[in-house]
């Protein structure tokens, strides 16, 4: 099966800082790799799809790169409300694997 | 608009049952399946499998086969985890995900429902 593997694995970034958050894969997936914000307490979000499509109603501050096996997700700008666990996720083909996650918090 | 409204939480003794339910509105439900993900406390997000809301045909992951059962009810649009024999090990949230057919990721989420499992 493909492994997924973010990392780091915990960030601490002040609020107007560019954040970068990597996922790699064991394997090449293409292009179908997702990115989801949980943010604490919350049911995971949808934030990114096919690897650098911003997911409808997702602020324009977050955005995605990569294809194969190597990805990033990208904060331009680290807003409080941010504060979260992300998380990448393989899903073309079973087992549909996520990252471990990354927890991302205000410094 | 689309919802997925999962039933409430539950605390069980060990090797007790446990049914999750997840009801599905807003969305022709046979057309898109539907994946149960597994957190537990503090710990990550766990894909358990998926069924097919056309045909009922359950897929389960690796660590999730035997005790694990997916099923459906479409007259009511709702799909059904259950899960026997339950262990301290089984005490998470469980979540169910609506997937597409074409582009599998997973854009609508249920609540989740905790199941807790304790003597």
């Known amino acids: 099966d493909i492994q997924m593997t973010q990392s780091p694995s915990s960030l601490s970034a002040s609020v107007g800082d560019r954040v970068t958050i990597t996922c790699r894969a064991s394997?090449?997936?293409?292009?179908?790799l997702a990115w989801y914000q949980q943010k604490p307490g919350k049911v995971p979000k949808l934030l990114i799809y096919a690897a650098s499509t911003l997911q409808s109603g997702v602020p324009s501050r977050f955005s995605a790169s990569g294809s194969g096996t190597d990805f990033t997700l990208t904060i331009s700008s680290l807003q409080p409300e941010d504060v979260a666990t992300y998380y990448c996720?393989?899903?073309?083909?079973?087992?549909?694997?996520f990252g471990q996650g990354t927890r991302l918090e205000i410094k | 608009q689309v919802q997925l409204v999962q039933s409430g939480s539950e605390l069980k003794r060990p090797g007790a049952s446990v049914k999750v339910s997840c009801k599905a509105s807003?969305?022709?439900?046979?057309?898109?399946?539907m994946n149960w993900v597994r957190q537990a406390p503090g710990q990550g997000l766990e894909w358990m499998g998926w069924i097919n809301t056309d045909t009922g045909n359950p897929t389960y992951a690796q660590g999730f086969t035997g005790r694990f059962v997916f099923s459906l009810d479409t007259s009511v649009s709702t799909a059904y985890l259950q899960i026997s024999g339950l262990t301290a090990d089984d005490t998470a949230v469980y979540y169910c995900a609506r997937s597409d057919w074409e582009e599998k990721y997973f854009d609508y989420w249920g609540q989740g429902s905790l199941v807790t499992v304790s003597s």
């Open positions: 394997q090449g997936i293409s292009n179908y």
């Open positions: 807003g969305y022709s439900f046979i057309n898109f399946a």
């Open positions: 996720q393989k899903y073309y083909t079973a087992p549909r694997t």
